[in-house]
């Protein structure tokens, strides 16, 4: 009887922890989640001297153009394991037929617990600073500092790189660390020092921040700009990357070219603080020390207008020495007007400026570009967002290097996010 009534508990037990167990599990619903943003770009550009567009050369320019597009996808298939893609791309405009939809981000992630996060896949997760790993969603600028994708477009796609990852929050601290592999260069350098065509070495880069007041999701790679009303956020952070030979100044097949290794550094800043008027502003201070090897210098133009041409050492379009061998000093300050009616919208007006200014080895003056914005956020969000910009660049004579003036563009942007 005793075994009987035993084994009669034991198996009520057992039915009744199954059923527990099956009730956790229904719990848990595997769900999709995805939208559509989109920037739009209205702009008017003042264009380096010389420029070309289609032959022709060309002082000034009015152009409509697509900035870019994302479309996120991600589900959180079980409690601890997460896939996230992004599908879209950059500045679709009127020098190309074509509308490509790539690929940009494909990975998963595997959650040991909140102190250790793994993944693996295609990504921006990389260290460095908080700008290379940013959402261009929450940008408070009309544009992203385009000086901290450093290898943009050059060794990696868009920022993206295959690779692995490990994160996590460790209190208040929060770190990445990456291992990524760069993609193959096939353009040759030719005495002057720019990426590698040899075998790309791993690329090794880590980012940790310390949050004094609420702490930050790590559950995205790219950091938010702006919490406008809606968080009071202090950090500060450094971080790293290095890359061996990852630079050479010829054709790495030959003995005589010189290889430099990748290094680079930064230590930087963000507030993001409400005030007691229901205002808030948004500031961010940050030092890079990048090492791409002798006087590597780079001019590059965000959605360039000119196919050809440049007579300055700026080279064609909007272009400016934004990357280089050297030191920079970026900063950015936002102020967010209490929500208020204009033209019978609920509407949060944002205006605020960020500089770049760097001593870039290759140069004989200090570059400092300016980049001044005012936001209309429709509701106080991103997803229903007009911004006004306008970008003053230094201009430097090819001759001399040594700056000669300035030159600006002016982009009414529309963003727009659908689900």
């Known amino acids: 009887m005793r075994v009987l009534v035993r084994n009669g508990m034991f198996l009520t037990l057992l039915f009744c922890w199954s059923i527990v167990l099956s009730q956790e599990k229904q719990k848990f619903v595997p769900k999709v989640k995805w939208n559509i943003t989109s920037q739009i770009w209205l702009r008017y550009s003042q264009l380096n001297e010389g420029s070309l567009i289609n032959q022709e050369i ?3 320019f009015t152009d409509v153009s697509i900035r870019r597009l994302r479309i996120p996808v991600s589900s959180q298939i079980t409690p601890k394991i997460y896939a996230y893609a992004i599908f879209g791309g950059n500045n679709y405009n009127f020098k190309n037929k074509t509308f490509t939809v790539e690929v940009l981000d494909l ?5 040991f617990s909140k102190m250790l996060e793994v993944g693996v896949g295609k990504s921006g997760w990389q260290g460095l600073n908080r700008w290379n790993i940013r959402s261009s969603k929450t940008m408070m600028g009309l544009d992203t500092p385009l000086f901290t994708l450093n290898s943009v477009e050059k060794n990696d796609d868009l920022g993206r790189l295959f690779g692995v990852w490990a994160k996590g929050q460790i209190s208040k601290f929060d770190y990445r660390l990456a291992f990524n592999r760069p993609l193959i260069v096939t353009n040759v350098p030719n005495g002057e020092v720019d990426f590698a065509n040899n075998r790309p070495r791993i690329k090794t880069s880590s980012y940790v921040k310390y949050q004094f007041f609420e702490h930050e999701s790590n559950k995205f790679a790219y950091q938010t700009g702006t919490y406008v009303q809606g968080k009071k956020v202090f950090n500060i952070g450094a971080g790293f990357q290095f890359q061996e030979k990852a630079m050479s100044d010829g054709d790495a097949s030959l003995p005589t070219t010189n290889f430099y290794d990748m290094k680079h550094w930064a230590v930087d800043s963000f507030l993001n603080l409400p005030l007691v008027n229901n205002a808030a502003i948004t500031a961010y201070l940050g030092y890079y020390d990048y090492d791409f090897g ?3 210098i780079r001019n590059v133009g965000a959605d360039n207008p000119a196919t050809g041409g440049g007579t300055d050492f700026n080279g064609a379009g909007v272009a400016f020495p934004m990357i280089g061998t050297g030191t920079t000093w970026y900063m950015q300050f936002g102020y967010a007007f209490p929500k208020d009616k204009i033209l019978g919208y609920s509407v949060v007006v944002q205006p605020n ?3 770049q200014t760097s001593n870039w080895d290759a140069l004989n003056d200090q570059m ?3 980049d001044f914005t005012v936001n209309f956020l429709m509701n106080g969000k991103h997803g229903n967002k007009i ?3 306008y970008q003053h660049r230094p201009i430097f004579d090819a001759l ?4 000669k003036g300035y030159k600006g563009m002016a982009v009414l942007q529309y963003q727009v996010s659908l689900k």
């Open 353 to 355: 400026i960020a500089i």
């Open 387 to 389: 911004s006004l910009g």
């Open 294 to 296: 002798k006087n590597y």
């Open 368 to 370: 400092t570009v300016y």
């Open 107 to 111: 990975y998963a992630e595997y959650a």
């Open 400 to 403: 001399t290097i040594h700056q």
């Open 58 to 60: 060309t002082d000034n």
